[in-house]
């Protein structure tokens, strides 16, 4: 099948569960779920595999065993296309619309120490600052989780302090709810904005 766009239906339906987080909600408009969420997201990353790679659609419910917040169902589908180790890129639909991103989402000590030794690096690092500055200016948000202080064995007046502190390091824009996200051309607006991600990504898997 290929992606028609994500019906009215799919915004409306996390709306209500954002209200009504329970089981009985859920297996309710389970249907809705199946046919209005997951059906036209897996439509959507399989018309973008053969550029990007197959995506792993992730599961509805919670993992609420550490949790504080026991509320059993993620108020958002997301997908990801992984090209290195928890790192790829990402599409959302939630009540708030439509989110695309790429970059790293979590990092294990080695991984991190990777990312950080060639943040420091003058070659690797000022070519990662001329990547987001790009990605910046085309109207993507650079976030992640950062380290309140410098991170041990780096030198708090480092040119690139900045990124050495970050545990993740993502950029994204949202389309939210305009109109297109209804429609087949929500698909070349996330394969454009993914494209624009490459140059992140790549820097980050060789990293």
Do not use: C
């Not at 709810?177 to 624009?196: I, N, S």
Request: proline share 5%; glycine share 8%; no cysteine.
């Amino acid at each position: 099948m290929s992606f028609t766009g994500f019906p009215v239906a799919a915004l409306d339906f996390y709306d209500d569960l954002e209200m009504d987080n329970t089981k009985s909600f859920w297996e309710a408009h389970k249907a809705v779920w199946t046919e209005s969420v997951k059906a036209p997201m897996t439509a959507l990353v399989t018309d973008l595999e053969a550029e990007f790679g197959s995506a792993k659609v992730f599961r509805p419910y919670r993992d609420v065993r550490f949790a504080k917040d026991k509320t059993p169902y993620k108020t958002h589908q997301g997908a990801f296309v992984g090209v290195a180790p928890r790192t790829g890129w990402y599409v959302e639909v939630s009540a708030r619309g439509v989110r695309t991103g790429a970059g790293f989402y979590d990092a294990d000590g080695e991984q991190l120490a990777a990312f950080r030794t060639a943040v420091a690096e003058e070659r690797r690092g000022t070519e990662l600052e001329r990547i987001l500055a790009a990605i910046e200016a085309e109207g993507f948000e650079v976030s992640g989780e950062q380290l309140k202080t410098a991170p041990r064995g780096y030198d708090r007046e480092h040119p690139r302090i900045g990124l050495l502190r970050h545990k993740q390091l993502f950029a994204g824009r949202t389309i939210g709810f305009e109109p297109v996200v209804h429609t087949p051309e929500l698909l070349e607006l996330v394969r454009d904005d993914w494209r624009a991600l490459r140059p992140l990504v790549e820097w980050l898997a060789r990293a």
